[in-house]
């Protein structure tokens, strides 16, 4: 009994972080609308500045005011994020903003490898709570015990805030209603601008107050940024009572799984969520969706054109060209080129879901991913040969879709796009933890082509032959009656359903047909490259399609294509520099900002300027 | 005999009753209007005929059918169309696709895969865009539309599956005087000329006293009133209603 009680505590204990960092977060959305993606960067940065006050300023500050100061620095941060990065785009659809706060985190990665290098930081322990404290003849470290009242604290000084101060309901007011409490003489602005300085500022102590428990490191950020999407989807976007109670059931099942299950705990996590959304879809405190998304107004969108003649044309040359790219004889041309296909193929098959359907989807790279895994392990363990892995690995990815899809299309939005995000974070988890079978961290290897395809150049046809028919496919399906009715959900779900139309169910094939294309894109690239790590399916890789598709610009069939091309040749050469993911980050923020049609809204507004305007604009 | 029949309606929100024991029919090829002032029970009424509410209790026969229960998608597939008081069309497809839309869900070709969708029932959609006098904008987009093209619109794909029972919830609010004398003369020469049977609400009284075949009057959920326009026009408890003490009618500005 004694054992369980400890056991309980530790994992209070490790609650705190989460429910700090979730709290945060979750009060950033209800205000601003925005899911603010580098939070876990936020988080991150508090653990580092917490350790630079403490060795740098040691006896001057002491430990208990450095995490103070980690936070307090860290809210600035947050404030200069929102004013500097967001500001700007709250009038954009809401993926710019997501996209946008992605950009946050490339540059956060690279300036914190700059200042702090790549070594794991471990800070002091806090002066009083070095040692265990004796509970039920239980040994359980005191600091844990430090870490539990301070989560209790902050959530009692939430409460106090929200429910007993001018201030505090203030905030609650424009939770519920914008424009309403700028109507009443609030400065929206300022009111912003604070609750990110809130957001960041608990971020910040959350990472700081980690610190005695591990180190500073540079892969926290993403480390947890599922972990806060499942307790903020599972408490209830917006909640702070439910990320704490979230927060507490996940940490304490944690604990206890890995007593009894240590290769599943990242499972478990997962299972508790499915169990909650299943049985209260807005999680446990949640509330459903406000209607009339605040967050995107931006113009309507715009019809998808068949391709004109000239287009065709176009078309045809683009794709002769592709077909002498091995007759060069640089082997070097053939593979970077096969790249730029297969990633085609995996940002268009996003674009089906996000661009077509309006689901924004933050894990994409689980059936990528995926799909490559099911071939990998295919060859490895039955021998199959490389076709009918081929055929398998679309299928084995459409298959995990089904199982992911039927929970997702239930939610919409920002809720729609954290349960994609934490889904894909499970099959990843699944990937690096079964040692055994997957490889784990190490991955699989010597996947080769049949031996008719060994040749670069001769595997580049295939690439070019699947990877192209795929796109004309994705694209061909967008014409159909069903890409007509899955545009016709994103543009009014509540006339789909008055016309009879079963809107959950074409969300949920669209998610499985995107899900199978990219898992042709994810068995593409395992035969290309020999090898699949789980680096495949990490957040990263989702976020690398979004990005393409946000590049080439959501509103246009041929905006995925572009996007892919212009980014992996864009990354093939920024990664030769030392800090190309701050390059990137850079990158992202301005097109956020300057391109918010990305490059086929780029192209458009060339065209106008030349006169030549699409013919559906010209109408009065 | 009745086409549609609602009895015993009750829908209550905390403690408000919102639709306190309400009953009527219709009859084929007839145009009820259901009137009231605001929150007399009107929107919540249509949300229980059209699956989007659960009532707390009664029932609602179409053609000796139970709707109450079924999905919104399922009671269309009954041949009942709807148009929706803040209209909701597919902004991103042109006019005559919009038409379209609803013709291949009738004909059940949604999760076809080998079409192409703009060619799909184009002079099906082309005949019904006629009917509704907007056949030479069929290939503008929706969302450039004016707001009284745009209710038209949604007339027309209400009608594309041909059918039965029409409800239209404040067809003609946010349009100008003429425009909306213009659409119910419209909607009533179809119902003329089809025999659908036609349930709406409306606020503006002339519209009403124009067009409807018979009139159901609802206050506080109740029903206070039911005959044709002149014995509803006459009834004093209904003039009590609207022109009375101000009590009952505050903010509707539609009336005057």
Known sequence: MAFYFAQLLTGMANASALFLVASGLSIIFGVTRVVNFSHGSLYMLGAYIAYSSMTVLPGIIGFWASILVAGLAVGLIGMIIEVCVLKPIYKAPELFQLVATFGVILVIQDMALLIWGPEDLFGQRAPGFEGVVEIFGERVPSYDLVLIVLAVVVLIGLWYLFTKTRVGILVRAATQDREMVSALG???????????????????????????????????????????????????????????????????????????????????????????????????????????????????????????????????????????????????????????????????????????????????????????????????????????????????????????????????????????????????SIVFQWDEV????????????????????????????????????????????????????????????????????????????????????????????????????????????????FLGGVQSLTGPIAGASVFTLLQDWLSRFEYWRLLLGLLIIFIAILLPGGLAGAVDQVKALLGRAPKDEAAP | MSFLTVQNLYKSFGGNRAVDDVSFALAKGELLALIGPNGAGKSTCFNMLYGILAPDKGSVCLD???????????????????????????????????????????HRKTFSAFTRAARLY????????????????????????????????????????????????????????????????LTADIVAERGVSVLFTEHDMDVVFENAHRVLVLNRGQLLAEGSVDDVRANPAVQEVYLGGGTTFGGDGDHA
Not at chain 1, 335 to 357: E, N, P, Q, R, T
Not at chain 1, 466 to 481: D, E, I, K, N, Q
């Open chain 2, 122 to 185: 184009r002079d099906d959609a082309m005949a019904l865009l006629n009917l509704i006098g907007m056949k030479d904008q069929a290939d503008r987009a929706a969302n450039i539309l004016a707001y009284g093209d745009l209710k038209r619109l949604e007339l027309a794909v209400a009608m594309a599956h041909d059918p039965a029972l029409l409800l239209m919830d404040e067809p003609t609010a946010g349009m100008a005087p003429g425009e909306r004398r213009a659409l119910m003369k």
């Open chain 2, 64 to 106: 000796g059918r139970e709707l109450i229960g079924m999905k919104p998608r399922d009671i269309w597939r009954l041949g009942v169309g709807r148009t929706f008081q803040i209209t909701a069309v597919y902004a991103s497809m042109s006019v005559v696709e919009n038409v379209q839309m609803a013709l291949i869900s009738h």
């Open chain 1, 438 to 549: 997957t490889g784990g961290d190490d991955g699989m290897l010597s996947i080769w082509p049949s031996a008719w395809a060994s040749e670069p150049g001769v595997y580049y046809y295939l690439v070019l032959v699947l990877g192209v028919g795929g796109v004309l496919v994705l694209r061909a399906m967008a014409h159909t009656p069903f890409g007509y009715a899955l545009r016709g959900t994103r543009d009014s779900a509540l006339r789909t359903e008055a016309i009879g139309m079963n809107v959950k169910l074409i969300q949920w094939m669209a998610f499985v047909f995107a899900g199978a294309m990219a898992g042709l894109a994810g068995g593409l690239f395992v035969f290309a490259k020999g090898s699949v790590f789980p680096t495949e399916m990490e957040i990263a890789t989702s976020f690398d399609a979004l990005i393409m598709v």
């Open chain 1, 186 to 428: 609030v400065n929206q602005s300022v009111l912003f601008s604070g609750v990110f300085f809130l957001g960041a500022f608990l971020a910040g102590i959350g990472g700081a107050a980690q610190l005695p428990k591990g180190s500073a490191n540079l892969l926290m950020d993403f480390g947890i940024l599922a972990p806060i999407f499942v307790v903020v989807v599972t408490g209830g976007m917006g909640s702070i009572w439910g990320a704490f109670v979230a927060a507490m059931l996940i940490s304490v099942l944690q604990v206890y799984g890995i007593r009894f299950l240590p290769n599943s705990t990242l499972v478990l996590m997962f299972i508790v969520m499915a169990v909650v959304l299943v049985i209260r879809p807005w999680g446990l405190f949640g509330k459903p969706e406000a209607a009339g998304d605040h967050g995107s107004q931006g113009p309507p969108p715009k019809p998808f054109r068949q391709l004109d003649p000239s287009g065709r044309i176009i078309v045809a040359v683009i794709i002769a060209a592709l077909t002498l790219v091995p007759l060069s004889g640089v082997n070097f041309l053939s593979v970077l080129f096969a790249d730029i296909i297969i990633f085609c193929l995996f940002a268009a098959s996003l674009h089906y879901i996000l661009g077509v359907g309006g689901l924004v989807s933050f894990g994409h790279a689980a059936f990528y991913g995926g799909g490559a895994y099911v071939a990998a392990l295919f060859v490895q363990y039955a021998g199959t040969p490389m076709e009918l892995a081929l055929m398998l690995a679309p299928l084995g990815a459409g298959f995990a879709a089904l199982i992911i899809g039927w929970f997702c299309v239930r939610l919409t939005g920002v809720y729609f796009a954290m349960l994609t995000l934490a889904c894909a974070q499970v099959l990843w």
